[in-house]
């Protein structure tokens, strides 16, 4: 029995693929339903075959970490950039002319990655229970008697993160923790991600929550009396904070030509067109037909803050100062 | 003389045979290397940072949110499984197959989806609100998440009780019958110190689920010790506080380990009179038929009926395009991994078992402890360490099936020791020990005697096994071959991002699969006993 069996695994062993001749190995840290269309579409204009491992962004960087310099991967895409700054020892540089061909406001001006989309940061609350002139102006009247125990966020959640690095390095780490001592104060509730916290608002658990711009829309895709809304805060405000999907060439990688090949790809304007209107988010370049329901991106550029993205990869403080107030 | 002495030694050999030492070794090297990794991570920790990640209050604070979780779920886990497994094996109750089946089947729902149930229950989709226009409040924190454990542990509980009800030998209560003892006096100081040693096995193995726990408790917005090593895995990406932290929960999985040990020292369970043992006549309920249906309507309302009304609520969302053709590779995928890796977990954990019993001694307690350590380590840790490994001294078994196969044994084995102990300690030795007198050789005799009927428990061990790969992530997530995604992989990356319609046919069909394999297994259980003319 257990010869067989033994057997039996030399014969999966020997069977598991090695790679041929004109593959590409993505680690995507973006989920399949969304990607899997563009993976094949790749395929088929390139001839290269894509081997993809899907998983959560920050497991899949913990890997990459860990493979070091044997890692397999090729190509790293990653949800957000606190991950990518996290690996940059861990990426080759990009030839300057990759980013060059995105935005200004999207280019990683070290060459280590380059941004896929683009997101924001967003207020989703109650229709039901929220009326318009209840809606705070900036995430500072989120701290106001009047909102304890209705904010929800998800200091776990690396757009979070992201929002509190910017703020930190906008207003300074004490304005920060001010900040978020008084929204604990204010009994903000702590749930896991963007998600749980708009099924939170329909359930009637809290009337506000801090969020990334594009989980809202497959929502009400699907059910138009959904009572959740979104918006912004005031002109400038960090609570509007660009955020960035985006990928990077590992540096282990020994396939570098079909892993740029896969990074033009995600540049090209097809890509960047079923991005924005599969995934309601912001294409990185210009001559793309933006989504209906999204609030244009020169509308968003105007009253975001400026924030450089390339510096949001500088978590350590960020999580000794969620730390530091208990929230992690 | 020499009839005398093999007597005495039957099944004690001073030195185990190969046959149980190979095995032994190979669980104890594959666990141990988790243990290695996370000890050599832990080197690399600063002693400033440490005092702030590590040793700080805030983690004894969680600590002890998960230590209010365990004693949650493990109360209402045995309030669910205790009279549930009663009922099936000693009462006349009517269905007792189908009611078995049912109460094993909630093990396959996985803990995300059992918690997005319960919350559903009372939400914007509620059942409360759409059926009957009332709104529940939401069901948190430490309830609610110890609510949701329990919902879909607790059938652990039921399968090892009702394996030892059903191994019990009735002599013991009919003579205290005899004697005129009430029911609840034989139950207690009868019956009960013969369930003693599965329920405390069963505890330590649910207690250490769910200790590792992460996506319910999550969902359930409780904060537990997993929470912190979860963040510095994932928010960090951080290996050296997350190794520190994860060792302080092997320390408790230890500790836990000596606490079982010391409550069922010195007890034998076996058989001492001769003969074979009658089957119990089923005490009749009566007019407390109505309370035990009820009782168990109650439980697979809660436990196989909301989530299955939860999926079917995702399903009337929308499935926006039939994916069969991706469901059912994937479901073939799932069955080709946890299969194997369930059969393989048999062969490592019955020579295991007999050598901690058979021949008890520093090195079988080693043995059987790191198994019960791989299990406890969290997966992530977990995987990370087969990755390091590998990479280093084998890079060819890299994201290779087999390396997942053996991540899958190493991390599961501890499962199916509960099961295979059990049925070892009601067989006891005597029976193996005439076939020695006979002249039989050691290994003989056990492969004659004792190894068929060790079949039940074997099944049932595997099937734990295979429901837990099923639902495994982390290790899947890491270490599968490329391009290879299981049932729950694709449950989770489409909850995780709120397409909860295209989520539900693989969630059902996770419950479904298992529900075939749950119900084949009780199928071929009770042939067997029917064969063995019980």
């Given at each position: 029995m257990k010869k067989t069996l033994l057997a039996g695994l030399g014969?999966?062993?020997?069977?598991?693929?090695?790679?041929?001749?004109?593959?590409?190995?993505?680690?995507?840290?973006?989920?399949?339903?969304?990607?899997?269309?563009?993976?094949?579409?790749?395929?088929a204009e390139t001839g290269v075959t894509a081997e993809v491992r899907y998983g959560g962004t920050s497991e899949l960087a913990t890997l990459l970490l860990e493979e070091g310099?044997?890692?397999?991967?090729?190509?790293?895409?990653?949800?957000?950039?606190?991950?990518?700054?996290?690996?940059?020892?861990?990426?080759?540089?990009?030839?300057?002319?990759?980013?060059?061909?995105?935005?200004?406001?999207?280019?990683?001006?070290?060459?280590?990655?380059v941004a896929t989309s683009g997101r924001t940061r967003v207020l989703v609350y109650s229709t039901e229970r929220v009326k318009d002139d209840d809606l705070p102006k900036n995430i500072a009247d989120l701290t106001n008697e009047k909102y304890k125990g209705r904010v929800a966020w998800a200091p776990t959640n690396g757009g979070f993160q992201a929002f509190v690095t910017a703020f930190r390095l906008t207003k300074g780490d004490e304005t920060v923790k001010a900040w978020l001592k008084a929204m604990i104060a204010n009994e903000a509730k702590v749930y896991r991600n963007n998600g749980t916290q708009i099924d939170a608002?329909?359930?009637?658990?809290?009337?506000?929550?801090?969020?990334?711009?594009?989980?809202?829309?497959?929502?009400?895709?699907?059910?138009?009396?959904?009572?959740?809304?979104?918006?912004?805060?005031?002109?400038?405000?960090?609570?509007?904070?660009?955020?960035?999907?985006?990928?990077?060439?590992?540096?282990?990688?020994?396939?570098?030509?079909?892993?740029?090949?896969?990074?033009?790809?995600?540049?090209?304007?097809?890509?960047?067109?079923?991005?924005?209107?599969?995934?309601y988010e912001y294409?990185?370049?210009?001559?793309?037909?933006?989504?209906?329901?999204?609030?244009?991106l020169e509308a968003v550029n105007e009253i975001s803050p400026k924030v450089d993205t390339n510096t949001l990869g500088d978590l350590e403080a960020t999580l000794n100062l969620l730390r530091e107030v208990g929230l992690l | 003389?020499?009839?005398?002495?093999?007597?005495?030694?039957?099944?004690?050999?001073?030195?185990?045979?190969?046959?149980?030492?190979?095995?032994?070794?190979?669980?104890?090297?594959?666990?141990?290397?988790?243990?290695?990794?996370?000890?050599?991570r832990a080197l690399d920790a600063d002693a400033s940072q440490l005092g702030e990640i590590v040793f700080r209050q805030r983690n004894l604070f969680l600590l002890l949110n998960t230590l209010k979780l365990v004693a949650v779920v493990l109360t209402l886990g045995t309030l669910f499984a205790l009279p549930a497994a009663w009922l099936v094996t000693r009462t006349d109750i009517r269905f007792k197959g189908l009611l078995s089946f049912l109460m094993a089947l909630p093990l396959a729902v996985p803990g995300y989806v059992?918690?997005?149930?319960?919350?559903?229950?009372?939400?914007?989709?509620?059942?409360?609100?759409?059926?009957?226009?009332?709104?529940?409040?939401?069901?948190?924190g430490l309830w609610g998440a110890g609510l949701a454990l329990s919902l879909y542990t607790f059938p652990y509980l039921f399968l090892n009780l009702r394996a030892a009800f059903l191994g019990m030998d009735p002599a013991l209560e009919e003579?205290?019958?005899?004697?005129?003892?009430?029911?609840?006096?034989?139950?207690?100081?009868?019956?009960?110190?013969?369930?003693?040693?599965?329920?405390?096995?069963?505890?330590?193995?649910?207690?250490?689920y769910v200790i590792g726990d992460f996506g319910a408790i999550a969902l359930m917005r409780y904060e537990v010790f997993s929470y912190a090593i979860f963040t510095q895995y994932s928010g960090a990406f951080d290996r050296t506080y997350a190794a520190w932290l994860s060792l302080m929960l092997l320390a408790l999985t230890v500790v836990a380990l000596s606490a079982q040990r010391a409550v069922t020292r010195n007890r034998r369970f076996a058989r001492t009179g001769t003969g074979s043992a009658r089957i119990t006549r089923p005490i009749g309920l009566g007019r407390w038929h109505l309370a035990a249906w009820a009782f168990f309507a109650l439980v697979v309302l809660c436990s196989l009926?909301?989530?299955?009304?939860?999926?079917?609520?995702?399903?009337?969302?929308?499935?926006?395009?039939?994916?069969w053709a991706h469901l059912g590779r994937t479901a073939l995928g799932t069955f080709l991994t946890a299969g194997p890796a369930a059969v393989l977990t048999m062969v490592l954990a019955v020579p295991v078992v007999v050598l901690t019993l058979r021949h008890p001694g520093p090195f079988a307690s080693l043995i059987e402890r790191l198994a019960f350590v791989g299990y406890a380590t969290p997966a992530l840790a977990f995987a990370l360490a087969m990755v390091f490994f590998a990479l280093r001294n084998a890079p060819f078994l890299y994201q290779s099936y087999a390396l997942l196969m053996f991540a899958y044994v190493m991390s599961f084995v501890a499962l199916a020791f509960g099961p295979i102990r059990l049925a070892l300690l009601q067989i006891g030795t005597r029976q193996e020990e005439a076939a020695r007198a006979l002249g039989v050789s050691p290994t003989t005799a056990f492969m004659r005697v004792v190894l068929p009927r060790l079949r039940r428990p074997m099944v049932a061990g595997s099937l734990l096994v295979f429901i837990m790969v099923v639902k495994e992530l982390p290790i899947t997530y890491l270490l599968a071959p490329m391009g290879y995604s299981t049932l729950a992989m694709n449950v989770f990356s489409r909850t995780n991002e709120g397409m909860m319609g295209d989520a539900a046919p693989f969630a059902l069909s996770i419950i479904l699969f298992s529900s075939l394999f749950v119900g084949l297994i009780l199928k071929y259980e009770g042939s067997a006993a029917r064969a063995a003319g019980k």
């Open positions: 014969l999966v062993l020997g069977l598991t693929s090695f790679a041929a001749a004109e593959t590409v190995t993505i680690y995507s840290g973006r989920g399949e339903t969304l990607i899997a269309p563009l993976i094949k579409q790749f395929e310099a044997k890692s397999p991967a090729d190509v790293f895409w990653a949800q957000d950039a606190g991950a990518l700054g996290a690996l940059s020892s861990a990426f080759a540089d990009l030839p300057a002319e990759v980013n060059e061909t995105v935005l200004d406001a999207f280019r990683n001006d070290a060459n280590k990655w608002i329909a359930n009637g658990e809290v009337d506000f929550g801090l969020i990334n711009n594009y989980y809202l829309g497959r929502y009400t895709a699907r059910d138009a009396e959904f009572p959740v809304g979104q918006t912004t805060f005031a002109a400038g405000d960090i609570g509007n904070l660009v955020l960035v999907a985006g990928a990077g060439i590992v540096e282990a990688s020994d396939n570098k030509e079909n892993a740029r090949k896969f990074i033009d790809f995600l540049l090209s304007p097809a890509a960047q067109q079923f991005i924005t209107l599969q995934g294409p990185v370049r210009t001559g793309i037909i933006p989504h209906a329901t999204l609030e244009p | 003389m020499t009839v005398l002495a093999t007597f005495t030694r039957a099944g004690r050999t001073p030195s185990p045979p190969l046959l149980l030492v190979v095995p032994a070794l190979v669980v104890g090297i594959g666990t141990l290397l988790p243990v290695f990794y996370l000890l050599m059992m918690a997005y149930a319960l919350l559903g229950l009372s939400g914007y989709y509620g059942f409360a609100r759409q059926w009957a226009g009332i709104s529940l409040p939401p069901l948190h003579s205290a019958q005899s004697l005129g003892k009430s029911r609840l006096v034989i139950f207690r100081h009868i019956v009960l110190p013969q369930l003693w040693p599965a329920m405390v096995a069963s505890w330590l193995i649910v207690g250490l009926g909301l989530p299955l009304m939860v999926l079917g609520h995702w399903m009337r969302l929308g499935v926006p395009e039939a994916e």
